[in-house]
């Protein structure tokens, strides 16, 4: 009797993302989309251009006030992002 190797095929796309090196830029993309789904639709109203680079994102907010007080909450809204992606994607939040 043979055995089989039996895998998920999530397994088996994330390995051949990882093979091809697209694992880590659609990880970010997932972490982009998150950030309404984390600070809620209010925020996200504000919220400019975002991008990430070396594992920081940079998101600017239109509105001062707003902004600084999603400055004092940096560490959990990168928390929050990495638990939606489902990896440690995002080291640092940066807004502007």
């Known amino acids: 009797m ?6 998920k095929v ?11 090196g697209l694992e880590t830029p659609l990880l970010q993309r997932r972490a982009m ?3 309404e789904s984390v600070v809620g639709n209010a ?7 975002k991008y990430i ?6 998101v600017k ?3 001062a006030a707003l902004r600084a007080d999603l400055n004092m909450f940096r560490t959990k809204i990168c ?5 939606a992606v489902g990896a440690q994607i995002i080291a640092e939040v940066r807004i502007i």
């Open 33 to 35: 989309d998150a950030w």
């Open 43 to 49: 925020v996200a109203r504000y919220t400019g251009e």
């Open 10 to 20: 999530s397994d088996l796309v994330m390995q051949l993302l990882r093979s091809q």
């Open 53 to 58: 680079r070396n594992q920081t994102m940079v």
């Open 2 to 7: 043979f055995r089989r190797k039996e895998q």
């Open 61 to 63: 907010i239109n509105n």
């Open 79 to 83: 928390e929050k992002i990495n638990a």
